[in-house]
């Protein structure tokens, strides 16, 4: 659940979710992205957002991830939810309407190159003097969530023994 660790709240009570009235942003509660935007951070996101709407300008309910803004679209309003579990193909808002899709291979692997090239862009912009902030990136990717479709060359895995205190219902 994305809620606790973004709004410093335990799950039951960080206010949002499905009908949520966004109580940290309502309230001005702390959140972590303007928690380190307030100490001096370049605040970014990708990946999964269960936080409410997705295709954002800056602004309270992005929680202080006002920078670089890569967020799954497949929980946006009227999309269907089967869509956010479909790691296969892809929708991606980057800010208010703007977003890219694609497809046809694993969605990990392009939250992992964006994120690589999120790290390059940093140490580059440190190198160079332009932009000397310290930074926070959450990635947070959409598997492992059912379904569990891993790409064919992960299969090999499949016949791994499950620890004792995971289910095997799948």
Known sequence: ??????TTKYERTCGVGEGAQWEPARLGLPTLGATFRAAGYRCSYLGKWHLGEVNLDPGPLRFGFDDDWTVDARN????????AHDYWSWTYFTGKDQGFSGGGFFRTTLETDLLLDYLKARVEDARS???????LMVASWGPPH???????????YADVPLPANVRDEQ
Do not use: L, M, N, S
Request: cysteine-free.
């Open 1 to 6: 659940h994305t809620g606790p660790p973004t």
């Open 76 to 83: 946006a309003k009227g999309d269907e939810e089967e869509g």
């Open 129 to 135: 003097k332009r932009d000397t902030r310290p930074w």
């Open 146 to 156: 059912e379904p569990f479709t891993a790409p064919e060359e992960y299969q090999h």
